[in-house]
């Protein structure tokens, strides 16, 4: 397990993986629009080539604009179907009778429709798009479109997944900033009419192939206090967006909305409304020169639960609820979030195994724990140890030693953790497996299809 600041579920001694013991009573009630999404996922139309099935029915989208504010309801708090980042019981029970050694993530999908509900709860009138990046197996999309859910998509390979479980193009946008002309003209054939852009050169693209398309340029934002920030490589000076939008006007788009997006795994509740401040004088600036800005897209950052324990989403929709107020009254743009990680990371388990324990010299107090995952088959997200996931093993609750925990590859870079304080069990030994929790979000997506002939990492929804 990671030693330093794990919070409460560290501190507790941990049950043995065989002799955990699903507690009915622990089980929250479930919601009934989580009762009735999980009758719809439990009976899937067969699909042996799902995008030649006729599409499933989506819940309609309702066309009559609404204030933002005239929506917003008390969040009513609902207990957790397990603390926020463990394993479920469904988990353990499936993970239990799994007899093959290779990594498996196992999604749990009451647990993403726990997250998808409560999200959606804390922020009525708030239309969510899933960034589909973040996990985008089709009995997750599937579940999300039938929770009613959008879709922010990022290449024309993953708009054709969203479409593949019947999911119409009007629920789809394409997000990336970074897009070929051919691949905008694949997705503008398809139906989809939201784009992102943060340059000139992008939105001649855009006005050749998507004629008329929803342009929805992009701000750089600072990323400070997240976990995984996303640098520079997105966005342009509010200068350059005001700019930006008048141009895509000029150009026969239809200039619909601003973007940003604060970092991923973002735990600094004030980047929201700093940032939603900064929007509002830039859409202000833009009604004053003939622009009005209709949709204004927070992007992700929501967390899941590593090391550290994290707000709640209830916190988060106070903080973006109350600047939005703020800011525009009643006379809010639709606000939009896409959330990736929130939605499927405390959803997912990947079950590892002990390949190597060993020691550079005899001397040395620290082992070095090699697993049969690694840095190319999932975890890249513990690229400068920046995402710190949580361990468990069949042996916690005995003494513990520091480790350095690698990947089974021959690359020097596959190592996890070095500086991150990771203790494990002094016993430890080869074959013995390691659960790594809060694994659902970019990690079967990062995973290579083969580095040194390592499997891609398999998933598995339940
Ligand atoms: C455009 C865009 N939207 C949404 C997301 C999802 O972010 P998160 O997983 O932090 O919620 C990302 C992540 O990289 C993104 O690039």
């Known amino acids: 397990m990671i030693a330093a600041g794990q919070g409460r579920a560290q501190r507790a001694r941990k049950p043995r993986l065989a002799s955990v013991n699903p ?36 819940p309609a989208v309702k066309s009559k604009r609404r204030s933002y504010l005239s929506l917003v309801k008390p969040v009513r708090p609902r207990r957790d179907l397990v603390p926020q980042g463990e394993v479920s019981p469904r988990q353990i029970a499936w993970l239990a009778q799994y007899r093959h050694s290779e990594p498996v993530l196992v999604v749990d999908l009451e647990l993403v429709e726990q997250a998808y509900v409560r999200m959606a709860r804390a922020l009525p009138a708030i239309r969510i798009y899933y960034a589909v990046k973040a996990n985008p197996a089709p009995e997750i999309i599937r579940l999300l479109s039938r929770l009613g859910a959008y879709f922010d998509t990022a290449s024309p390979i993953e708009i054709g997944q969203v479409m593949a479980q019947g999911v119409s193009p009007e629920r789809i946008s394409y997000g990336n900033t970074i897009k070929k002309q051919a691949d905008i003209q694949h997705a503008f054939t398809l139906g989809v009419r939201d784009f992102a852009f943060d340059s000139e050169a992008e ?27 996303l640098s520079r490589k997105f966005g342009c000076s509010y200068a350059m967006a005001e ?31 700093a940032a939603i401040a900064d929007m509002a004088g830039l859409i202000r600036r833009l009604a004053e020169r003939g622009i009005a800005v209709r949709v204004l897209n927070l992007g992700g950052g929501f967390p899941s639960r590593y090391r550290k324990d994290v707000p709640s989403i209830d916190a988060y929709a106070q903080a973006i609820h109350d600047a939005v107020k703020r800011e525009f009254g009643d006379k809010a743009p639709q606000i939009v979030v896409e959330p990736g990680r929130a939605i499927v990371g405390d959803a997912g388990v990947v079950q590892s195994e002990v390949v190597l324990v060993s020691r550079k010299d005899a001397t040395d107090d620290k082992r070095w724990v090699y697993l049969d995952i690694g840095k190319f088959s999932g975890l890249a997200e513990t690229m400068d140890e920046a995402i710190k996931y949580r361990l468990r093993t069949d042996k916690d609750g005995g003494p513990l030693g520091a480790v350095c925990l690698a990947g089974p590859s021959c690359d020097s870079a596959d190592i996890l953790y070095e500086k991150a304080d990771v203790q494990m069990p002094l016993d430890l030994a080869e074959g013995d497996k390691v659960l790594i929790l809060s694994t659902g979000a970019y990690t079967t997506t990062y995973s290579s299809v083969g580095f040194n002939g390592f499997p891609p990492l398999k998933t598995v929804c339940i």
């Open 23 to 58: 507690d009915p009573t622990s089980r929250a009630e479930a919601p009934s629009e989580i009762q009735a999404a999980k009758t719809a996922a439990e009976n899937p139309k067969p699909s042996p080539n799902a995008s030649a099935q006729p599409a499933p029915a989506v």
């Open 203 to 229: 939105l001649r693209k855009l006005a050749a192939a998507a004629p008329g398309a929803r342009a929805h340029v992009r701000v750089l934002m600072d990323s400070a206090g997240a976990e995984w920030p």
């Open 243 to 273: 700019d930006l939008m008048l141009k895509a006007k000029a150009a026969g788009l239809d200039p619909a909305g601003i973007c940003f997006h604060v970092g991923s795994q973002q735990t600094d509740l004030t980047r929201w409304p």
